[in-house]
T-cell receptor
């Protein structure tokens, strides 16, 4: 079983739609959870951290369910500029530092 | 201002010819990471340094080595590149103090092996 698994996508949605991505992780010892965004041929960039209580940043809402080892990202009122790959990311302490485990990503295309 | 810089952005090498990729940071972060990302795949951690302490992932091939001569710089050496090593190589940094630290990624070096 892969450590981080995401919806395969791609998701094609019209502008203004609401879209949700799901992610599961296998290691119950995982400590921190993130959503990263990656544009084509660019580096990943942090979109938001995910907290147990759930958190919201503008049009983006992230949820974490530790019992089910499940993370979600909701995007409301999709914009054309939201088109990208969304990576579910989990980290846990290694020998030193905190290495990231990435999901394969879910591709989102927002169309006019 | 660029905080994590990778050079070169594009590297072409021949099969078996050693190549070195460079990463530098202006953040004074303790931890520097190297990831490999192949097309349509997730970034995969190769190894990381916490200060001078090197931490290799178990499944990283011996063909990949790294050096960190000082806080600011970290190098990825591929001793004998194969066709399967063609990928984007991403350098990242973090302060290393807490698990919720943001990791800052450089723009990546895209390696082509002929």
């Amino acid at each position: 079983r892969k450590e981080v698994e995401q919806d395969p996508g791609p998701f094609n949605v019209p502008e203004g739609a609401t879209v949700a991505f799901n992610c599961t992780y296998s290691n119950s010892a995982s400590q921190s959870f993130f959503w990263y965004r990656q544009d084509c041929r660019k580096e990943p960039k942090l979109l938001m951290s995910v907290y147990s209580s759930g958190n919201e940043d503008g049009r983006f809402t992230a949820q974490l369910n530790r019992a089910s080892q499940y993370i979600s990202l909701l995007i409301r009122d999709s914009k054309l500029s939201d088109s990208a790959t969304y990576l579910c990311v989990v980290n846990m302490s290694s020998n030193s530092g905190y290495a990231l485990n990435f999901g394969k990503g879910t591709s989102l295309l927002v169309t006019p | 201002d660029a905080m994590v810089i990778q050079n070169p952005r594009y590297q072409v090498t021949q099969f078996g010819k050693p190549v070195t990729l460079s990463c530098s940071q202006t953040l004074n972060h303790n931890v520097m990471y190297w990831y490999q990302q192949k097309s349509s795949q997730a970034p995969k951690l190769l190894f990381h340094y916490y200060d001078k302490d090197f931490n290799n992932e178990a499944d990283t091939p011996d063909n990949f080595q790294s050096r960190r001569p000082n806080t600011s710089f970290c190098f990825l050496d591929i001793r004998s590149p194969g066709l399967g090593d063609a990928a984007m190589y991403l350098c990242a940094t973090s302060s290393g103090s807490i698990s919720t630290d943001t990791q800052y990624f450089g723009p990546g070096t895209r390696l082509t092996v002929l």
